[in-house]
């Protein structure tokens, strides 16, 4: 597509609901990010995906955060067990290549996720 | 202590005066400078690359000094659509990852 496209755009959780938000990233773009941004704050990064392979998970907060990317292609981050404090826009961003200086990082809109 | 620091502002500033944003990082490491723009319940979106030589498009300038670890954003003749969060942004090649700072308010007033 044209963009990096997230859905849903928004998410309503009750506390200890599990929740999957999705990401499609730039068709060929090798490189895929998540990012966590509260109220307020910066985004803050989550995991990094290289195709398919998962190359850095140091951002995520806890085991309940799991990420995926199967097939090198759409990537999904799932929470499980939500908690209040996982309110928050969850970013994807994706790049062309492996590395590149931190040029060409396209976002897409976020979702929203809300834990009521 | 964040890897990248900057004034969470707001700052307000009325239409056509200059404004300067300033960022320290951490991470000597950082190869790598921008700035990102957010605009409210919008994703961040590049503005400019910073480059120790200093960068200029159109009203805007971004300085880096490495010594000090510090980064600049000027913005001349303030437009009411400059009003947005604007992010200072690391970049380290062994991470290939961007790390943020914590954002910048600037609200722009007629």
């Known amino acids: 597509g044209a963009g990096v496209s997230q859905s849903p755009r928004y998410k309503v959780a009750k506390r200890g609901q599990d929740v999957a938000l999705r990401c499609d990233p730039i068709?060929?773009?090798?490189?895929l990010f998540w990012y966590q941004q509260a109220l307020g704050q910066g985004p803050e990064f989550l995991t990094y995906?290289?195709?398919?392979?998962?190359?850095?998970k140091s951002g995520l907060p806890s085991d309940r955060f799991f990420a995926e990317r199967p097939e090198g292609s759409v990537s999904t981050l799932k929470i499980q067990r939500t908690q209040q404090e996982d309110s928050a826009v969850y970013l994807c961003?994706?790049?062309?290549?492996?590395?590149?200086?931190?040029?060409?990082?396209?976002f897409g809109s976020g979702t929203r996720l809300t834990v009521v | 202590r964040k890897e990248v620091e900057q004034d969470p502002g707001p700052f307000n500033v009325p239409e056509g005066a200059t404004v300067a944003f300033n960022c320290t990082y951490s991470?000597?490491?950082?190869?790598?400078f921008f700035w990102y723009r957010q605009d409210c319940r919008k994703e961040p979106k590049l503005l400019m690359s910073?480059?120790?030589s200093g960068n200029e498009d159109g009203r805007f300038t971004a300085q880096l000094n490495r010594a000090s670890q510090y980064i600049s954003l000027l913005i001349r003749d303030s437009k009411l659509s400059d009003s947005a969060t604007y992010l200072c942004?690391?970049?380290?090649?062994?991470?290939?990852?961007?790390?943020f700072g914590g954002g910048t308010r600037l609200m722009v007033k007629p």
């Open positions: 961003a994706s790049s062309l290549g492996a590395t590149g200086q931190g040029h060409g990082y396209t």
């Open positions: 068709s060929g773009h090798v490189s």
């Open positions: 995906f290289q195709n398919e392979a998962q190359l850095d």
């Open positions: 991470n000597s490491a950082s190869q790598s």
């Open positions: 910073v480059y120790s």
């Open positions: 942004v690391a970049f380290n090649n062994a991470g290939n990852m961007l790390t």
